[in-house]
Antibody
């Protein structure tokens, strides 16, 4: 069974760093890209970016480029989304999802990680 | 980058048919995908490609397209179909992914 297991809720102060994780299991991790999607409270889904384990190539939405970093540790089948300095406006639920061949087709999703940023 | 436009809210009487649409320039070039999200849950893949359903998705859900518009049709809506529905697609460059703003479906 394909599963994406995300790390737990993070509570941070503005300016702190944070790294969210997404561990894949039940499939060959290296064959499928991982995407990250933001959902702010009461709002819709926003695509942040993706990383391809086959070549570690990452691609970001222009809105998020430079603000977050997507990375991998293939030795433990895990993708990461990280900030060096969070802001209150980063408060949101963050989902990882796997794309199945077709680039924008996200067939399996993690359960989400809530990031709360407050002073 | 391309935008995908969805009606913010749609309602349907129990057992009736409802169509949810998604419009965008890149839809004439790339396949759209539909997702269902219920409150407090992660999105779930609903329809992909021309009109394909993953295992476990009821056949009352179907997809279609015409030009720059794709549609999700629920034939015989059930109470459990009350949810938010999102479309997504590549943008016109093909290198990015965009989501529609989502449609909140109310089953009356």
């Amino acid at each position: 069974e394909v599963q994406l297991e995300q790390s737990g809720t993070e509570v941070k102060k503005p300016g702190e760093s944070v790294k969210l994780s997404c561990e894949g299991s039940g499939y060959t991790f290296s064959r499928y890209s991982i995407h990250w999607v933001r959902q702010m409270p009461g709002k819709g889904l926003e695509w942040m970016g993706t990383i391809d384990p086959r070549n570690s190539y990452s691609n970001y939405s222009p809105f998020f480029q430079g603000h977050v970093t997507i990375s991998l540790d293939q030795s433990i089948n895990t993708a990461y989304l990280q900030w060096s300095s969070v802001k209150a406006s980063d408060t949101a639920m963050y989902y990882c999802a796997r794309s199945s061949g077709y680039y924008s087709l996200l067939d399996y999703w993690g359960q989400g990680t809530l990031l709360l940023v407050s002073s | 980058s391309a935008e995908l436009t969805q009606d913010p809210a749609v309602s349907v009487a129990l057992g009736q048919t409802v169509r949810i649409t998604c419009q965008g320039d890149s839809l004439g070039k790339y396949y759209a995908t539909w997702y269902q999200q219920k409150p407090g849950q992660a999105p779930v893949l609903l329809i992909y490609g021309e009109n394909n359903r993953p295992s476990g998705i009821p056949d009352r859900f179907s997809g279609s397209s015409s030009g720059n518009t794709v549609s999700l049709t629920i034939t015989g809506a059930q109470a459990e179909d009350e949810a938010d529905y999102y479309c997504n697609c590549r943008d016109s460059s093909g290198s990015l992914v965009v989501f529609g703003g989502g449609t909140k479906l109310t089953v009356l």
